[in-house]
């Protein structure tokens, strides 16, 4: 049940773009995007309930493809504040309030 | 507005020793509650979840068992720790099914 993520880990220089996809292999109800900082909890970035649907937060957009159950969160003109690991997160229709995280991807910026 | 505490921090257990961690939830009623396990390095694993008082789901079999004693109170326990018990231990909550989680501080804990 857990969506996997990849890349497993990227590194960046500042300024540069990048992009994370999350795949499951069961339908989606909603989309989550979490990042959490070395030894600190996971902070909420942004929610995509509707297929297609895609939002944005800052530089941070994420979009939503419900029939091919991924999603995808994009990283523009990176800063160094992006530095993380990145989890999507799922909750299966069949799964009740069940939710499953990611494999999550570890970002890196460098000056 | 919602703030969510755990307690404690960090935590040193030997191997057999009981556990209790504590949640609460200020500021919302009926939350949907989780607890979820993280080991180092590695990604969230959901423990247990809660939609309301008694009610617990488990999601891995093991040596953990959690209980909900009140609608924003949700306690994580172990009868005996193993060493694989240690990680770091968060607990989230929602307000309703569809709905981003927000995550408390975490309890580190470390099982020797």
């Known amino acids: 049940q857990q969506p996997v993520q990849s890349p497993q880990a990227v590194i960046l220089r500042e300024g540069e773009d990048a992009v994370i996809n999350c795949s499951s292999s069961k339908a989606l109800y909603s989309v989550h995007w979490y990042r959490q900082k070395h030894g600190e909890a996971p902070v909420f970035l942004m929610i995509l309930l509707k297929g297609g649907e895609q939002k944005g937060h800052e530089k941070i957009s994420a979009s939503f493809n419900e029939k091919k159950q991924q999603s995808s969160l994009y990283l523009t003109a990176s800063q160094l504040s992006y530095s993380g690991t990145y989890f999507c997160?799922?909750?299966?229709?069949?799964?009740?309030?069940?939710?499953?995280f990611g494999t999550g991807t570890s970002l890196t910026v460098i000056p | 507005s919602q703030t969510i505490h755990q307690w404690p921090a960090t935590l040193v257990q030997p191997v057999g020793s009981p556990l209790s961690l504590e949640c609460t939830v200020e500021g919302t009623s009926n939350p949907n509650l989780y607890w979820y396990r993280q080991a180092a390095g590695r990604g969230l694993q959901l423990l247990f979840y809660s939609v309301g008082i008694g009610q617990i789901s488990s999601e891995v079999p093991q040596n953990l068992s959690a209980s909900r004693p009140q609608d924003r109170q949700f306690i994580l326990s172990s009868k005996k720790l193993l060493l694989s018990d240690s990680g770091f231990y968060l607990c989230?909550?929602?307000?309703?099914?569809?709905?981003?989680?927000?995550f408390g501080p975490g309890t580190r804990l470390t099982v020797t």
């Open positions: 997160g799922t909750e299966p229709p069949e799964a009740g309030n069940q939710f499953y």
């Open positions: 989230a909550w929602t307000p309703t099914s569809g709905y981003e989680q927000y």
